[in-house]
DNA sequence: ATGGTCGCCATGCGA
């Protein structure tokens, strides 16, 4: 079973891009971000006739987020219950498996825009109230999944200069510490369960030829709680689309699972 | 040291 997340940077706009990378890599649960476009808009026929069942939660010009899986979703919730929001980032499904079912949440995490702003800290309440629901999630479901973008660098590792970045919105201390509380649950970071190549990230900047200078961030995740992780035999970012024409900023990243 | 690119939608704003 292979779970993959992509933030598409405007799916009215990536939409021929989303259902090619589908049609190469059939993926069983896609999560989507920055949908861009209001619920009325969203392109479901287009999934429907590649075989995939779809759940969104979407606005008018910014956020939105989707997921498409083979089989039918269950159980959804959209946003965090308990953190009233109009901006749309979460969204939660119960999906089958042959293990069981697995609960997958989509999450686009705040940018934050610049440290110390009123984004940095409502981005900082955000992460708080997402560990507490994810902390009550876990309780009801072993097989957990959180996919999406989480606008925080991990490490020193997931940033192409560090000592550049170093204090910067999406690496600050604070931020990476809002991270690590999602890992304190007991949630795993499936790309480093495995050997992995330096320099790997999902996210470029449009400006200053940053993809071709891989001047990336690792900022695109997907944490899986320990039975799942358990079950993880690799995860990996696809390059490829980051290289089309008019391409998203980020790049999807796919978990296998054998379940 | 500064600005640089996209997507939104028609202007600056968010990323």
Known sequence: ???????????????????????ANPVDVLCLQELKLADEKFPLPAFQ?????????????YNGVAVLSREPAGDKVRGIPSFEDPQQRILGVTLPSPAGDLRVICAYCPNGQAVGSDKYAYKLRWYEALRDWLSA????????????????????????NPERWAG?????????????????LGLADSFRLFEQEPKSFSW???????????????????????????????????????????PSDHA????????
């Open 1 to 23: 079973m292979k779970l993959a997340t992509w933030n598409v940077n405007s799916l009215n706009v990536r939409l021929p891009q989303v259902l090619d990378w589908l049609r």
């Open 49 to 61: 006739e590649l075989g995939y069942h779809a759940e969104w939660a979407g606005q008018k010009t």
């Open 137 to 160: 999630e876990l309780d009801l479901h072993p097989r957990l999944a959180v996919l999406g973008d989480y606008n925080v660098a991990p490490t020193d590792a997931d940033v192409h």
């Open 168 to 184: 910067q919105v999406l690496v600050s201390e604070p931020e990476r510490a809002a991270f690590d509380a999602l890992l304190d």
């Open 204 to 246: 470029w900047d449009y400006r200053l030829n940053a993809f071709k200078r891989n001047a990336g961030l690792r900022i695109d995740h997907i944490l899986l709680s320990a039975p799942l992780a358990n079950a993880c035999r690799a995860c990996g970012i696809d390059k490829a689309p980051r290289a089309n024409p008019q």
């Open 252 to 259: 999807p990243v796919v978990a296998t699972l054998e379940l």
